[in-house]
């Protein structure tokens, strides 16, 4: 069963050794854990772990948790996740020992309505949000409730989460749209902006911005600590629905359903920097410094950030299927098949490859008939879920 929504209805050979260069002005991978949504509060898919082998890896553990899995945070010793209910609407957040995937505290039913709910991790504390706008923070080692808020104004939530800087950021919508800033260790909601629709886009936070982009590209760009507005880009069309931005190389990357090539825009003022040809559709891009990796229509392609160059493409089985990520100079991709693939991320070469088990889904940013999936990294791992099954790799 799929939710459409549209405006005001409802109904996303090994490297033996590789140097690897940071170029002036691009922010550092984020160090041994998944945070959020393709990895970091940039959602850039970019992963430094020193843990993490290079592969090929082997299979550590499976679990089947009986519905549609999320994206996973990996933080902690744990593996976290949602999972759709399999008892009528709502969703329910299980928290695993990274080590051997057994529950590491009993699972806590979200409630809320559909099967949608997103999760973060920072500052000490899990955070998971539902579809009605119950936001609420956990101790990641015990699952006790440290507190619990209904955001206001706004009935519609699909927008996961991102922490940075004390602070959770996240989206509403219903009655237009609502950017949200909560104080991390309170729950006290601490500045909110009007937006287009906002729907399906976790914010990207970086020190100098939180950048939002919703349907036909409409992005924002708002101070992180006051929520002053720093500049808006609009378009010449309109309607619901967004998709989740990714900052990477000085620039905004958004992608929109609207038939407009994907776009990326400058972070410091949102003028368009360039275009590149793929469906606006497709999952999130993946940055390594100025090596992108971009999914688009069951291919993977490396592009360079600045010219937007191609330099190689992965056509795996055809049917790819998940944003990548980037592991140690390592990207992985996943396909509907099941099939998961380490490639060396400078030449697109194939490196490692194996069946997990099912069929590993795109992320949906359009509906809320399950929550949003995606690769995961951190401790030691990588984390794949894949329809009902949740799958931990490592050395």
């Not at 160090?31 to 430094?48: C, E, K, W």
């Not at 497709?282 to 069951?298: I, L, M």
């Given at each position: 069963m799929k939710l459409r929504r549209t405006v005001g209805v409802l109904f996303g050979a090994a490297l033996a050794a590789v140097t690897f260069v940071t170029p002036v002005g691009a922010q550092s991978a984020q160090t041994g854990s998944s945070t959020t949504y393709q990895i970091n509060a940039r959602h850039d898919g970019s992963l430094v772990d020193s843990a993490v082998g290079a592969p090929p890896l082997s299979r550590k553990w499976s679990r089947d948790l009986g519905g549609n899995?999320?994206?996973?945070?990996?933080?902690?010793?744990?593996?976290?996740?949602?999972?759709?209910?399999?008892d009528?609407?709502?969703t329910v957040l299980h928290a695993l020992d990274a080590d051997t995937g057994e529950n590491a505290w009993k699972p806590v039913d979200l409630g809320g309505t559909y099967w949608w709910s997103a999760l973060a991790y920072g500052g000490g504390r899990l955070?998971?949000?539902?579809?009605?706008?119950?936001?609420?923070?956990?101790?990641?080692?015990?699952?006790a409730v440290l507190w619990t808020v209904k955001l206001p104004d706004?009935?519609?939530f699909s927008s996961p989460p991102t922490f940075s800087g004390g602070?959770?950021?996240?989206?509403?919508?219903?009655?237009?749209?609502?950017l949200y800033a909560v104080d991390a260790a309170s729950g006290a909601v601490r500045w909110t902006q009007p937006v287009a629709n906002g729907d399906n886009s976790s914010p990207a936070v970086t020190a100098n911005g939180v950048y939002v982009s919703y349907a036909c590209e409409r992005t924002y760009a708002f101070g992180p600590a006051s929520g002053s507005p720093v500049w808006e880009r609009r378009t010449d069309c309109s309607g619901g629905g967004g998709r989740t931005p990714v900052v990477a190389?000085?620039?905004v990357w958004i992608r929109d359903g609207s038939g407009g090539a994907p776009s990326v825009l400058s972070t410091?003022?949102?003028?368009?920097?360039?275009?590149?040809?793929?469906?606006?559709?497709?999952?999130?891009?993946?940055?390594?410094?100025?090596q992108g990796y971009f999914v688009d229509d069951g291919v993977l392609q490396e592009r360079h950030s600045r010219t937007l160059a191609s330099r190689w493409a992965f056509q795996g089985d055809g049917r790819i299927s998940t944003a990548p990520i980037v592991v140690n100079g390592y990207v992985y991709v996943g396909s509907l098949s099941g099939q998961l693939w380490a490639l060396n991320g400078?030449?697109?070469q194939s490196v490692w490859s194996t069946d997990v088990g099912a069929p590993i889904n795109e992320p949906d940013e359009h509906n809320v008939s399950q929550s949003l999936t995606g690769l995961g990294a951190g401790g030691g791992l990588v984390v794949v879920p894949a329809t009902n099954l949740l799958v931990a790799y490592g050395q």
């Amino acid at each position: 069963m799929k939710l459409r929504r549209t405006v005001g209805v409802l109904f996303g050979a090994a490297l033996a050794a590789v140097t690897f260069v940071t170029p002036v002005g691009a922010q550092s991978a984020q160090t041994g854990s998944s945070t959020t949504y393709q990895i970091n509060a940039r959602h850039d898919g970019s992963l430094v772990d020193s843990a993490v082998g290079a592969p090929p890896l082997s299979r550590k553990w499976s679990r089947d948790l009986g519905g549609n899995v999320s994206y996973p945070v990996v933080a902690g010793g744990r593996v976290f996740v949602t999972v759709a209910s399999a008892d009528g609407y709502g969703t329910v957040l299980h928290a695993l020992d990274a080590d051997t995937g057994e529950n590491a505290w009993k699972p806590v039913d979200l409630g809320g309505t559909y099967w949608w709910s997103a999760l973060a991790y920072g500052g000490g504390r899990l955070y998971a949000q539902n579809y009605d706008g119950v936001l609420t923070a956990f101790h990641p080692a015990t699952g006790a409730v440290l507190w619990t808020v209904k955001l206001p104004d706004q009935h519609s939530f699909s927008s996961p989460p991102t922490f940075s800087g004390g602070l959770v950021y996240t989206g509403g919508a219903g009655s237009g749209g609502t950017l949200y800033a909560v104080d991390a260790a309170s729950g006290a909601v601490r500045w909110t902006q009007p937006v287009a629709n906002g729907d399906n886009s976790s914010p990207a936070v970086t020190a100098n911005g939180v950048y939002v982009s919703y349907a036909c590209e409409r992005t924002y760009a708002f101070g992180p600590a006051s929520g002053s507005p720093v500049w808006e880009r609009r378009t010449d069309c309109s309607g619901g629905g967004g998709r989740t931005p990714v900052v990477a190389d000085g620039g905004v990357w958004i992608r929109d359903g609207s038939g407009g090539a994907p776009s990326v825009l400058s972070t410091a003022d949102g003028k368009v920097r360039g275009t590149y040809p793929a469906n606006g559709w497709s999952p999130a891009p993946a940055f390594d410094g100025r090596q992108g990796y971009f999914v688009d229509d069951g291919v993977l392609q490396e592009r360079h950030s600045r010219t937007l160059a191609s330099r190689w493409a992965f056509q795996g089985d055809g049917r790819i299927s998940t944003a990548p990520i980037v592991v140690n100079g390592y990207v992985y991709v996943g396909s509907l098949s099941g099939q998961l693939w380490a490639l060396n991320g400078a030449t697109g070469q194939s490196v490692w490859s194996t069946d997990v088990g099912a069929p590993i889904n795109e992320p949906d940013e359009h509906n809320v008939s399950q929550s949003l999936t995606g690769l995961g990294a951190g401790g030691g791992l990588v984390v794949v879920p894949a329809t009902n099954l949740l799958v931990a790799y490592g050395q």
